[in-house]
């Protein structure tokens, strides 16, 4: 939670913000090559590993900064979008950065602001360059796609990682599953080490084509193995490495294969992270909003900002080890899938509550409704006109409780309890 000092310097960095349009016209390196040049080139100083996927990245970057502090590095990591404030995006050490630090390097950042104009994701990226100056490595998280987007100026990453490619964005990105694997495999570079985790086989012949045109040294990991499981925790092994898991969810197997296998692949650069600082950095991992559970009136909600196809699908198989109805309070925004993310999540039995995305483009609760009751005609289905009211549907039910459907929605949902918690 931010410091209640912290206000005036957070409400001063959303002011600055602001003054920046969310999206450009186009997707483009200009502006943030430009930018960087003015600030003394910030990226060229530090050692990066770069993530791009459609689903897993922000977890994987949760384990690799994890696991890297632990083995007594000085870690930033740089992740997108925040649940709550902007200072989540830039962690060192696995510690948001104090608000007036951040708004320090982005009056930096303004000053050195030319044309062409860039955009909000490029100012706060190029602050979280200059905030990562005293670093010992990196962890970076694309912001979209990965050929073309902001985070992709550095020429020799340590590692190149792409965590699963699936069908989202491809209003940005392009309608085919090879469009997106193009612009996601735009993060590899010539001569340096990448990790893939499990790809579709469209997606992965363009991956693999791109990675021996640039010669890479390329590990694609098997999912971590399970050992065994309880309530709280999972123990698995992968590469050797046995570790066990908090976070809950069959992907995570997937995913921390993959962070294991970034680890390796740093070790063999040279860098010393022992076996019992996997364990110790794996075991400790956090990452909010996806598979979390939080109590709520005396009761248990689950958040999970589920938002395309393939996240749905992980989510529905997680609830479904619950073996109880779901009660779904859902918004979405207006460019998802919305037909495809219902049919993953709906089954006959479960209740739907249906709110609005506030402040972002949102889905029309009506159209989604419609569609849900296509998905599932006996659904008991209820629009709401915004969060507070939809959470009061969830008082009277006994099903498995679960906010889903946007990681906007789930952070106005924290926003809301911490807020209550400062004013309780």
Known sequence: MVPNNDRVALQKIHALLQRYERFGIHLGLEASHQLLAALGHPHQRVPIIHVAGTNGKGSVCAYLSSVLTAAGYRVGRYTSPHLVDWTERICINQQPIAADVLYDALLRVEAAVTEPMPTQFEVITAAAWCCFEPVDIAVIEVGLGGRLDATNVCDSPVVSVITSISRDHWQRL???????????????????????????????????????????????????????????????????????????????????????????????????????????????????????????????????????????????????????????????????????????????????????????????????????????????????????????????????????????????????????????
């Open 174 to 424: 392009g309608p085919t599953l090879a469009d997106i694997a193009y612009e996601k495999a735009g993060i590899l570079k010539q001569d340096c080490a990448a990790v893939v985790g499990p790809l579709p086989e469209a997606a992965e012949s363009v991956v693999q084509q791109r990675i021996s045109e640039l010669n890479c040294r390329a590990r694609w990991p098997q999912p971590a193995a399970k050992v065994s499981q309880s309530l709280s925790q999972q123990t698995v092994i992968a590469e050797g490495v046995t570790y066990d898991l908090t976070l809950p969810g069959d992907l995570q197997l997937i995913n921390s294969g993959v962070a294991i296998a970034t680890l390796k692949a740093l070790r063999d650069q040279g860098w010393n992270i022992s076996d019992d600082a996997i364990a110790t950095g794996m075991a400790n991992t956090t990452w909010p909003g996806r598979l979390q559970w939080v109590p709520w009136h005396n009761s248990s909600l689950l958040l999970d900002g589920a938002h395309n196809e393939a996240a749905a699908i992980a989510l529905r198989q997680y609830v479904d080890s619950l073996e109880q109805p779901v009660h779904w309070l859902m918004g979405m925004l207006s460019t998802k899938d919305h037909a495809k993310v219902l049919i993953a999540l709906l089954r006959p039995g479960d209740r739907l509550s249906l709110v609005p995305v506030s402040g972002h483009s949102s889905a029309d609760p009506q159209a989604l409704q419609t569609l849900a009751l296509e998905v599932c005609p006996t659904l008991e289905c209820c629009i709401y006109p915004d969060l507070d009211a939809g959470l009061q549907s969830l008082h009277s039910t006994v099903e498995t409780k679960v906010l889903c459907g946007s990681l906007y929605l789930v952070g106005q949902f924290l926003a809301q309890s911490q807020e209550s918690y400062r004013q309780a």
